[in-house]
């Protein structure tokens, strides 16, 4: 839960002045005295922030406090900027409302440092991201560029603002930065030429000096020693607590962090370096004949390294600080420069110089930090001006800054006022009109159009004539004589003629903040702020394209005779433009005041703080605060802090805020006139009533306290009671469960035992009486066998006895038939006896060996060679003849299975056996092959029908020979045709005769012994057929062929049976010739076959492949 806090808890003094009691100019300052001791060095008056300068670095600015007090109500916390930092920033990005931060005060008093805080504060709580970060941090780095160059350690503070700054800070709707834009005014430039004792120029001198590498110097032609430069006051060169050379790199960083490119940085650095140099440059007297002084440079040294550096032709600069030409109209007048002159021209150049540069970088940083959208924007201005002052001698620049101020405290009166008036017309309270000093009159003195000093200023210098700074004295001392603001020693007012704190060439005037005494000397020069033109010409001639921009006025081409708007008249205008634009913002003010003198921690010099609250107005600012009502809070934290004091809103107040207010007020009894009710606020008239509320608070909340450490302690040990009870509970139930499971345990164990024990004596029972059953069956078993034993053996005694008694009485039985037979047969027994027993043992012997040779019998196979033993030697005959004659049986058997066909099958195998059986070696593999005739199927074949028709008789063999060509041996294939009649050859593709040969011409046929398949059919010489001579022939059926062919001779009747010759060497009539065909074994060429080739005319050799 969030813990609401107020800015009334653990305060020290009273954090918001409004609610001092009582109110006065002392107890305000002991309230800040006190607060200041105690670090506490913000205190508020309503929203606006008193800061007083602590001169040492306090812890309250660390990222932890920016969280603290990111996102809190104003009166939240203790008073602190960044409070004002964020209610400005939320009520920007929330209620769309532009802010300005106008921080206000003496030099020295700290507004630089909280202008810094608060823009750190607020890059800190807005939006994040790369761009955003960049954006930042470029708004951030601006500071420090223009601290250097617009700074300086002045009397009273060592980093004094000599330049008044105002940056617009812009943010998108989401309260995220875009950019800014930074307004300069009048940079107090006099110091670059001449500084007040104890002071010194503007920072970036020394800091070029001190911390620029040796090489940079050498570039821009300085020397480190600051005793070298005229420029430069020496008595305050080092100041304590100042690191210039540490500074200058932290410039250099920021310059590059803000987008300076390096060129521009250099060139920046040759126009400081070139300001110094100018410095140096000192004049002579030199005599003319008119008797006139002119002026001389004395050593050209430094104007030439000058020139080198801008790039400036040193006679033309040389020229302009001799001569002085006055254009007018058509006419061009010259005049020389007394040294005087010459001077004032060296140093009015170097001061615009610096000036304009800075103005140029203050654009310059513009051009990098403007938002890039173009998008509405809302607006932050963080107004950090130079603070009033008084020094001893008060210038032209004093009177401006002091003027700024004047404007800005009128600007604080007439916006702290308005907006407290409008709170009360917005809340419905009723409101008076209160009275304080408004300092506007002072502003009319100063700016007013018409008597203004200002306008009487401008005056003096446009007015022909001679104009001193004496004769605008005089014309102020007529003009403002009456105003009561204004004392001069001349004027008409005799109240002043005696005083002799006013010298006669001063004025004074009583600003808001205290009487200034103005010496009125360089009034009119600095007002007109002229820079001869010559030199700004000699400036436009340079060839540093910077300088050349800084110095547009002296381009020829452009001369404008106009004078240029005097430095006052910017001046007004410029502030005038501020005000209108701050008017138009929601102001939120930053008053710093400066603890004291001395530049250091922890003194109050009260005078001096009295002094500042005084001018600042800060007594009337709390006075018109409490007027109407010192203290305003709106409903809800009111009652969210107070409801504790009732009971009808404490601890809840269901309804609206406002009417638990009412309620709270009501209950508590505070008189009706000390508050009133707006519509948003409560508004409670005197701080006493809210330090009796906050009294009763404190009571309330220690009784609360109390109560609150009650229920909590009684929650507490109730908490701690339940605790253990519930604890106690569960070690129980463990004990409880632990002390049964360990009886249960033991009884488990006991009964096991026991039940052991029991079953141990029950199963001993048991096997006892098992036993004993056992053995009484062994027992009985072993009687009964004994018993069977005795019974078996009795009984084996008595068979054995019966049968040894037929045996007996067989043996005798038999002896006594033997007996008997012998002594019956004894007178037959000699003559037949022994034939008779023969017989019956050769009958016996007989018929034993027909069944035995029945039972063995062989199979029907005719080839099965099997037949039983001969038993007996005598049956040797018997035996052999009775296996042939089963052989013979059994082949007749098998021969009357065959049909007529299958007969003659065999016969040709028989016959084929006959021929050839040992004669030939072919013959053996013809035995498994049956002779299949027609191998052609020359009837069924279509390709043959004609030949089949050609045959008169049936075909008995048709097959494929090779007719042997005797020219070489070579076979041609030929149908061999065999029927009863004749041998017919025909082609085997067409399937025409090619030869017939009728059976009796044939005389016989040739082979040989061996495996081949060759045959030569010889014919009888003087047949017919023999003139075309025998034919040799060869086949794979030559056994069935030449079987069939003698077969079919041997069934002819009417012819002889045809040879057939079997050797290896055979003549074959061939037409004439007669040749030999001789088979010899040998490798032949066909593989396995036979192959045939002629030898000469009368030997063909065929060679027969070894069939081994
Ligand atoms: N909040 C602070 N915490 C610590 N030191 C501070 C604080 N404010 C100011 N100072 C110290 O006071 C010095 C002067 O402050 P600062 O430069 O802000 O004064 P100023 O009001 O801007 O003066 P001027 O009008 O001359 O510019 C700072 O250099 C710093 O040392
Ligand atoms: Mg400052």
């Known amino acids: 839960m969030e813990v609401k806090t107020s800015l009334l808890d653990n305060m020290i003094g009273v954090s918001d002045m409004v609610l001092l009691e009582p109110l006065t100019e002392d107890s305000f300052l002991e309230n800040l005295r006190k607060r200041f001791d105690h670090n506490e060095i913000y205190t508020y008056i309503g929203?606006?922030?008193?800061?007083?300068?602590?001169?040492?670095s306090l812890p309250i600015y660390t990222p932890d406090k920016v969280e603290e007090y990111r996102n809190r109500n104003f009166y939240e916390l203790s008073p602190h900027i960044y409070a004002l930092a964020d209610e400005a920033y939320r009520s920007l990005r929330d209620q769309d409302k532009d802010q300005c931060i106008l921080i206000t005060g003496e030099s020295g008093a700290g507004k630089t440092e909280a202008s810094k805080l608060v823009m750190s504060y607020v890059a800190a709580v807005c939006g994040k991201g790369q761009e955003v970060n960049k954006v930042k941090e470029q708004l951030l780095q601006s500071n420090p560029v223009l601290e250097a160059f617009g700074n300086a350690k002045t009397v009273r503070n060592d980093n004094s603002s000599r330049f008044g700054k105002y940056?617009?800070?812009?943010?998108?709707?989401?309260?995220?930065?875009?950019?800014?834009?930074?307004?300069?005014?009048?940079?107090?430039?006099?110091?670059?030429?001449?500084?007040p004792r104890g002071e010194r120029n503007f920072h970036i001198f020394y800091q070029l000096l001190s911390g620029a590498s040796?090489?940079?110097?050498?570039?821009l032609k300085l020397d480190r020693d600051f005793s070298k430069f005229n420029y430069l006051s020496l008595d305050s060169a080092a100041v304590n607590g100042l690191d210039d050379a540490a500074n200058f790199r932290t410039v250099r960083n920021a310059m590059q962090i803000v987008g300076f490119m390096e060129d521009e940085v250099q060139s920046v650095l040759e126009l400081v370096a070139a300001v110094l140099k100018l410095g140096n440059i000192e004049f002579k007297p030199e005599s003319r004949c008119n008797g006139n002084d002119e002026s001389r440079i004395k050593d050209k040294n430094d104007l030439k390294e000058m020139c080198e550096l801008l790039g400036i032709e040193q006679s033309v600069l040389e020229r302009a600080f001799s001569y002085r030409t006055v254009e007018a109209k058509l006419e061009k007048v010259s005049t020389t420069l007394n040294v005087a002159q010459a001077y004032y021209a060296r140093d009015a150049l170097a001061k615009n110089l610096y000036s304009r540069l800075f103005s140029w970088l203050v654009t310059r940083i513009n051009e990098s930090i403007k938002a890039q959208t173009k998008s509405r924007h809302k607006v932050m201005g963080v107004l950090d001006i130079y603070g009033f002052e008084i020094f001893e001698d008060n210038s032209f620049e004093q009177f401006i800054i002091n003027y700024c101020n004047e404007k800005l405290q009128q600007i604080f009166i007439e916006l702290t006022l308005r907006e407290e008036q409008e709170e009360y017309v917005r809340e419905g309270i009723e409101w008076t009109n209160i009275e304080y000093f408004n300092n506007a009159i002072i502003c009319d003195l100063i700016e007013n159009n018409q008597n203004g000093i200002l306008a009487m200023l401008d005056e003096e210098c446009l007015r022909p004539g001679t104009v001193t700074d004496e004769t605008f004295l005089d014309k102020l001392n007529t003009i403002c004589a009456k105003h009561q603001h204004f004392e001069s020693r001349l004027s008409k007012n005799s109240k002043f003629l005696t005083d002799h704190s006013l010298p006669h060439s001063c004025f004074r005037i009583q600003h808001y903040a205290g009487k200034v005494l103005y010496q009125v000397e360089g009034f009119v020069d600095k007002n007109n702020d002229l820079l001869y033109r010559d030199l700004s010409q000699a400036m436009y001639k340079a060839t540093h394209s910077l300088i050349k921009q800084l110095f547009p006025e002296g381009n020829p081409a452009k001369v404008n005779l106009k004078r240029p708007p005097t430095a006052g008249f910017q001046f007004r205008a410029s502030v005038g433009t501020l005000m209108k634009n701050l008017k138009t913002k929601n102001p939120n003010y930053i008053r710093c005041i400066k603890p004291n003198e001395k530049k250091a921690s922890h003194i109050f010099t009260e005078s001096l703080v009295r002094h500042q609250v005084r001018y600042l107005g800060l007594m009337e600012n709390v006075r018109v605060r409490r007027a109407g009502y010192a203290f305003r809070q709106l409903y809800e934290p009111c009652l969210e802090r107070y409801k504790m004091l009732c009971k009808r809103t404490w601890p809840h107040w269901k309804g609206p805020a406002r009417e638990g207010v009412e309620v709270l007020m009501g209950d508590l009894q505070i008189p009706t006139e000390e508050y009133s009710y707006?519509?948003?606020?409560?508004?409670?008239?005197?701080p006493r009533t809210l330090f009796s509320l906050e009294e009763r608070r404190r009571e309330c909340l220690q009784d609360l306290a109390t109560l609150i450490q009650k229920i909590y302690r009684g929650w507490k040990c109730r908490r701690q009671f339940l605790?253990?009870?519930?604890?106690?509970?569960?070690?129980?139930?463990?004990?409880?469960?632990?002390?049964?499971?360990?009886?249960?345990?033991?009884?488990?164990?006991?009964?096991?035992?026991?039940?052991?024990?029991?079953?141990?004596?029950?199963?001993r029972k048991l096997l006892r009486e098992l036993k004993y059953q056992k053995r009484c069956e062994e027992a009985a078993t072993t009687i009964s066998a004994y018993w069977h034993g005795t019974q078996a053996r009795r009984e084996l005694r008595r068979l054995k006895e019966e049968a040894r008694r037929k045996h007996a009485v067989a043996v005798i039985w038999a002896y006594w038939q033997g007996l008997k037979v012998r002594r019956e047969y004894r007178k037959f027994f000699r003559a037949n006896a022994g034939k008779k027993i023969y017989d019956f043992t050769i009958q016996r012997i007989m018929q034993k060996y027909f069944l035995s040779l029945k039972s063995n019998m062989p199979s029907m196979?005719?080839?099965?060679?099997?037949?039983p033993n001969r038993p007996y030697l005598f049956l040797d005959g018997v035996h052999k003849e009775l296996r042939r004659i089963f052989h013979h049986w059994r082949c007749k058997k098998y021969r009357n299975q065959f049909t007529?066909?299958?007969?003659?099958?065999?016969?040709?195998k028989l016959e084929a056996s006959e021929i050839f059986k040992d004669k030939k070696a072919l013959y053996p593999s013809s035995v498994n092959q049956p002779f299949k005739g027609d191998y052609l199927e020359i009837s069924k074949n279509p390709k043959y029908q004609k030949l089949s028709s050609a045959m008169d008789e049936k075909v008995l063999l048709a097959d494929v020979v090779n007719k042997i060509n005797r020219a070489n041996g070579k076979g041609t294939a030929r149908i061999f045709l065999l029927t009863k009649k004749s041998v017919v050859l025909a082609d085997q593709k067409t399937g025409q005769v090619k030869t017939s040969v009728p059976l009796p011409d044939l005389d016989s046929v040739s082979v040989s012994t061996q495996s081949d398949g060759f045959f030569a059919l010889k014919l009888k010489e003087g047949s017919a057929s023999a003139i075309k001579g025998d034919f040799l022939l060869s086949s794979e059926h030559l056994i069935e062929i030449i079987t069939k062919l003698h077969r079919t001779g041997a069934m002819a009747a009417d012819r002889e049976q045809l040879n057939i010759d079997i050797s290896d060497e055979f003549l074959v009539q061939f037409k004439q010739d007669k040749v030999c065909v001789k088979f010899i074994q040998g490798v032949s060429k066909n593989g396995n076959n036979a192959s045939c080739k002629r030898k000469n005319n009368r030997l063909l050799e065929v060679l027969v492949p070894s069939s081994a």
């Open 861 to 867: 196979s005719p080839v099965d060679n099997k037949w």
């Open 723 to 763: 605790l253990m009870k519930k604890s106690q509970i569960v070690v129980a139930a463990w004990y409880r469960r632990f002390a049964q499971q360990k009886k249960y345990k033991k009884i488990k164990s006991a009964t096991t035992v026991v039940q052991s024990y029991t079953r141990g004596w029950q199963a």
């Open 900 to 908: 007529e066909e299958r007969k003659t099958v065999y016969e040709e």
């Open 214 to 219: 040796d090489d940079t110097l050498k570039k």
């Open 47 to 56: 929203s606006v922030v008193i800061s007083m300068n602590p001169y040492r």
């Open 678 to 686: 707006g519509r948003s606020k409560i508004f409670i008239r005197n």
């Open 167 to 195: 940056m617009d800070i812009e943010f998108d709707f989401k309260g995220d930065p875009l950019g800014g834009v930074i307004s300069n005014y009048l940079l107090e430039k006099s110091r670059v030429v001449k500084q």
